[in-house]
């Protein structure tokens, strides 16, 4: 595609990036959406990489975007490594299926790499990610707990080979998204938004399945 340029967010790009996140993620997991909420607040969380926050614009629009926080492992002797988490990740739907949000994650992990991170994990639908080089946590040993318990939807990514060195872990996410739980909140900031129209979608009920189940096997 012409005329493509992936930089930095700045602050003027702020309230085009929430409108688009907004439209990418309407009714796509739940009726309605928190993520531009997520966005709005994640960026004064003191677990956010403002180094790692793009947008990739075309003809001078922002068509899509990506944003990571800080997220931990700890291994079975509770020693922790600090490790990168992203999301949300979109493109504007008239652009979807266009490989955008493949380029703008293959930019980020390099800038990723750079900074001298080399483990992603993201809770996600395994189908979006597979190809950028994600796995089963299950594979990586990486659980809510050491040992055990692999949800479906959580998803490692090694940027250096072997950085987890097959031993056993924890993931430990930020508490950036809490935010979302302010249901208030949520709602009082999607008011200065155009109204939508709330409603279910087949695809919350694929989420429902991938975020409340595990792999055991």
Known sequence: MENIT????????????????????????KPGADEHYFVHTMRNHPDFIPE??????????????????????EDENG?????????????????????????????SFEAARKMG????????????????????????????????????ALLVCELVPDALGGKKWMYIPSDAADCCEDIAAVEAFDATFPPKEKKWMPSQEEFYIYSNSSVVR
């Open 79 to 107: 020693e922790r490594k600090e490790i990168l988490s992203f999301g949300p990740v979109c493109v504007a739907r008239e652009y979807q299926r266009m490989k955008l949000g493949k380029t703008l994650i293959d930019h």
């Open 117 to 152: 991170y080399d483990t992603v994990v993201i809770f996600g639908n395994p189908a979006n990610y597979m190809g950028r080089g994600f796995v089963s946590c299950k594979k990586k040993n990486v659980g809510f707990v050491v040992d055990g318990n692999f949800p479906t």
């Open 6 to 29: 992936i930089r930095l967010e700045t602050e003027k790009d702020y309230r085009a990036v929430e409108e688009l996140t907004r439209e990418a993620f309407w009714n796509v997991y």
């Open 52 to 73: 790692l926050a793009f947008v990739i614009e075309k003809d001078g629009e922002i068509i899509g975007n990506i944003m990571y926080t800080k997220n931990w492992l």
